[in-house]
């Protein structure tokens, strides 16, 4: 379904947004934005679903039950954050360090809220909470880009998050029962579907000289630091030190 | 695993997530976040991948493994490539898997 383009600026679209008094048909209602942004989520859902099942074999792997790695994906609903956490606490035995590896890793979300931010202004605060709880990298790409074409309203990002979040956690109770089931894990090539995440994640974050050249920093530091580091200090402290870096040249 | 571990696990990485991603939200629509700050920021995500994937394709389970065949290593090329012109975590995520196994059996 279009949403009528007023002419307005996409900031005043999602702030000055018409009370949905108007009958169904007249204009576009809660519902069918709602529903458009659903359908701007359905690749979202699809890409989550089989890292969503990685999560849920990797955590029972790692001696999850079925309930607990569930409710991991539906509370949580940070895909690298969640692996990198879980990997923290495998290597470690220490929730302190494997939730400090997981804030490091998802530092970037201040970046994407920050960025959100000028588009939400006016929302209410329960619907400010359920969007920034379900901002991800790719609900994130998706509704950045539907704000630059005007299109976006806080009900279609409801959408797209909301199908995210299920398509995140219906995977991740597949994965969790499945691993529960078919035992040996390793046997079904699962331990490569986090790196792949990350080799694929990676890709589409080297987008110049610069951010390759940040990569290359930090992989290096990462590397030679896990001589001497333990757990994912290594890559905690690397990323740090890169980014550090970078911007003290780049500055 | 210990259950108090891994609810641990759970409830701290949901606090820490809604935090780092509502406060800029409930607070910048005002402020403005310092140039450098958000320079900094925009290093983040490269360095943390890049440092993961480092570790991960080299140091599989944590033991060095600086080999031409490594299974990880050879797997990452097909999943960096199907990402590159698909843009598809799914497909990028299957070829490096379905190549992993490839690559594990055809190298013992």
Known sequence: MMIPVDGAKPCSILTRMPRPTAPAGLAPTRRSRFARGARLGVPIFLGYMPVGAAFGLAA????????????????VLAGAGQFIGLAALVSSGNLAAALIAT??????????????????KGVPRWQQVALAFTLTDETFAVNIADVREGRADRFSMTGVGAVSWIGWTLG??????????????SRWGVEFAMPAMFVALLVGQVTGRRELLAAALAAVTALALSTVLQGQWPVVVAAIVAATVMTAVTE | MNPALAWGLVIGMALSNIVIRLVPIAALSRLELPHVVHR???????????????????????????????????ASVPTAVVFHFTRSFL???????????????LLG
Request: net charge positive.
């Open chain 2, 40 to 74: 900094w920021l925009s290093y983040v995500p490269v360095t943390v991948m890049s440092a993961i994937v480092a570790t991960q394709l080299l140091k599989p389970g944590g033991a060095w493994m600086l080999r031409p065949d490594n299974p990880y290593l050879l």
């Open chain 1, 60 to 75: 029972t792997a790692a001696g999850f039950t079925v309930a607990q790695a569930t409710a991991c994906s539906a509370l």
């Open chain 2, 91 to 105: 497909g990028a995520t299957a070829a490096g898997v379905v190549s992993f196994l490839a690559l594990r059996f």
């Open chain 1, 103 to 120: 804030g490091v890793v998802n530092l970037r979300y201040l970046l994407f809220s920050a960025t959100m931010a000028p588009h939400l």
């Open chain 1, 172 to 185: 991740t109770a597949i994965g969790a029962m499945a691993g529960s089931a078919l035992g040996d894990p």
